[in-house]
T-cell receptor, first 113, second 111 residues
Framework: EPEVTQTPSHQVTQMGQEVILRCVPI?????FYWYRQILGQKVEFLVS????????KSEIFDDQFSVERPDGSNFTLKIRSTKLEDSAMYFC???????????FGPGTRLLVL | DAKTTQPNSMESNEEEPVHLPCNHS???????IHWYRQLPSQGPEYVIH???SNVNNRMASLAIAEDRKSSTLILHRATLRDAAVYYC????????????FGAGTRLAVHP
């Protein structure tokens, strides 16, 4: 069964450093998302992406965040200058055209020290 | 966005049916009711969705109240693997909309 994959599974970084989280959505999907979940809290929407542009973003997704689909398979989330409060689990998801379901990856656990 | 209310936690014994309720009294007429679950240390996983009629799939059944202000996710025979947080999410038709997760219901399944 096709699945969304994410790398790395864990990332530790120093405050102020840039991180790039990578996702490979399901191959024929066209809608992509990033969500995050701070430990013990709700899953929060960050951004949705379609046709090489952002469809919607939340208040969390400020100028420190960016997304890109650099090639036909990867979808990345970049945090330019990480803060302690960026420590969370980051989930990528994708949806196919005409589908109702979002398929989530296993997540990247980001720890900012 | 429709507000949802779910019990914080529920418990079940293995092999028994589980009924997970959700109130969504402010749901709009065009919102589907989606259920996702999150197993420990995993990403959310789609369970089922519906608009007005009751729905069944291999994972669960979804019973939707006639006025659509509430719904119930039914796991017919709970297994240990069903221990997870279950989220009820009203969402406008078209899976390309964002999912708004609440706190969900944490289901514990006892052997």
């Amino acid at each position: 069964e096709p699945e969304v994959t994410q790398t790395p599974s864990h990332q530790v970084t120093q405050m102020g450093q840039e991180v790039i989280l990578r996702c490979v959505p399901i191959s024929n999907h066209l809608y992509f998302y990033w969500y995050r979940q701070i430990l013990g809290q709700k899953v929060e929407f960050l951004v949705s992406f379609y046709n090489n542009e952002i469809s919607e973003k939340s208040e969390i997704f400020d100028d420190q965040f960016s997304v890109e689909r650099p090639d036909g398979s990867n979808f990345t989330l970049k945090i330019r200058s990480t803060k302690l409060e960026d420590s969370a689990m980051y989930f990528c998801a994708s949806t196919g055209v005409g589908e109702e379901t979002q398929y989530f990856g296993p997540g990247t656990r980001l720890l900012v020290l | 966005d429709a507000k949802t209310t779910q019990p914080n936690s529920m418990e079940s014994n293995e092999e028994e049916p589980v009924h997970l309720p959700c109130n969504h009294s402010t749901i709009s007429g065009t919102d589907y009711i989606h259920w996702y679950r999150q197993l420990p240390s995993q990403g959310p996983e789609y369970v089922i969705h519906g608009l007005t009629s009751n729905v069944n799939n291999r994972m669960a059944s979804l019973a939707i109240a006639e006025d659509r202000k509430s719904s119930t996710l039914i796991l017919h025979r709970a297994t240990l693997r069903d221990a997870a947080v279950y989220y009820c999410i009203p969402m406008f038709s078209g899976g390309y909309n964002k999912l708004i997760f609440g706190a969900g219901t944490r289901l514990a399944v006892h052997p």
